[in-house]
């Protein structure tokens, strides 16, 4: 009849908003934890970017002393 067809509409529509609210509630959740994940590696990635410029210049230092060093030796 009409009436259960509707009943049966209804839980139908009952039932996929509720997979569909539980559905969000889940991607809020990855979200959530995804983002803190991101910030966390954003600061790795920092870190290490301030450690690798730190390291090229104690590099540039020590070639530029080598360097020096070399010329010293030819001179003398």
Sequence with gaps: SLQERRQRNKAASA???AKK???Q???RTLISSLTKENEL???QVDHV???NNRLKT???QLRG???AEKML???L
């Design 65 to 67: 002393k080598m360097l």
């Design 73 to 75: 030796k030819k001179l």
């Design 49 to 51: 970017r301030r450690e």
């Design 25 to 27: 509630g889940e991607m």
């Design 58 to 60: 104690t590099c540039d």
């Design 15 to 17: 039932k996929y908003r």
């Design 41 to 43: 590696l954003q600061r």
């Design 21 to 23: 609210n539980q559905q």
